[in-house]
């Protein structure tokens, strides 16, 4: 069945470093995949999103390409703030009437 | 506007008792997820309701759960004869024609 594989946590980085989490994916045919994030104390929230190979998703400075050559959306940002400090959720929604899957989830943390 | 309401916020039960944990769903989504988050364990599919489609029940980790969604909108999300395992946030999301799925705040249930 489709499944996630996310890098495992926790992941610590001082502030302004770059920050890679890698994101694996198993489907059949082409799903949509998605970042979602969880900040300290809120709900989980949608980060960006890419629903076909080659497109690029990006928000908030994060980025994060699929690539289906390598079925891999690993989600990047060039400088780090101590206000990214949350947990990641890769997932994929494989089409209408299928639930979303997600990875574990990479707790990243980022110190001043 | 108004997101997704998941009741109550938290729940403490005694071990065998029935609980049932309330979603209302952002009006006009047709889709609706349940899902579970244990600690180190990421966010565990449950149940999906798309529409007026049989609802896919793949996720339920044994017969004490149940689900169901009424009109369309509000679903509850029962579990029988709790056990200390089913101690976790109890997750719901809504979502539209876009995949994109919308979280609430979670229902901490703590079986003691």
């Known amino acids: 069945g489709d499944s996630v594989t996310q890098m495992e946590g926790p992941v610590t980085l001082s502030e302004e470093a770059f920050l890679t989490i890698n994101c694996t994916y198993t489907?059949?045919?082409?799903?949509?995949l998605f970042w979602y994030v969880q900040y300290p104390g809120e709900g989980l929230q949608l980060l960006l999103k890419?629903?076909?190979?080659?497109d690029k998703g990006s928000n908030k400075g994060f980025e994060a390409t699929y690539r289906k050559e390598t079925t891999s959306f690993h989600l990047e940002k060039g400088s780090v703030q101590v206000s990214d400090s949350a947990v990641y959720f890769c997932?994929?929604?494989?089409?209408?009437?299928?639930?979303?899957?997600f990875g574990k989830g990479t707790t990243l943390s980022v110190s001043s | 506007g108004a997101g997704v309401s998941q009741s109550p916020s938290n729940k403490v039960t005694e071990k065998g008792k029935d609980v049932e944990l309330r979603c209302d769903p952002i009006?006009?989504?047709?889709?609706l997820y349940w899902y579970r988050q244990s600690l180190g364990q990421g966010l565990e599919f449950l149940i999906y309701?798309?529409?007026?489609?049989?609802?896919?029940k793949s996720g339920l980790p044994s017969d004490r759960f149940s689900a169901e969604r009424t009109g369309g909108s509000v679903s509850t999300l029962t579990i029988q004869r709790t056990q200390q395992e089913d101690s976790a946030v109890y997750l719901c999301?809504?979502?539209?024609?876009?995949?994109?799925?919308?979280f609430g705040q979670g229902t901490r249930l703590t079986v003691v």
């Open positions: 999301a809504s979502g539209d024609d876009s995949f994109e799925a919308f």
């Open positions: 489907a059949t045919g082409y799903p949509s």
């Open positions: 890419a629903t076909k190979a080659d």
């Open positions: 997932a994929l929604d494989h089409q209408a009437g299928t639930a979303l899957i």
């Open positions: 009006s006009g989504h047709t889709a």
């Open positions: 309701f798309q529409g007026n489609s049989a609802p896919d």
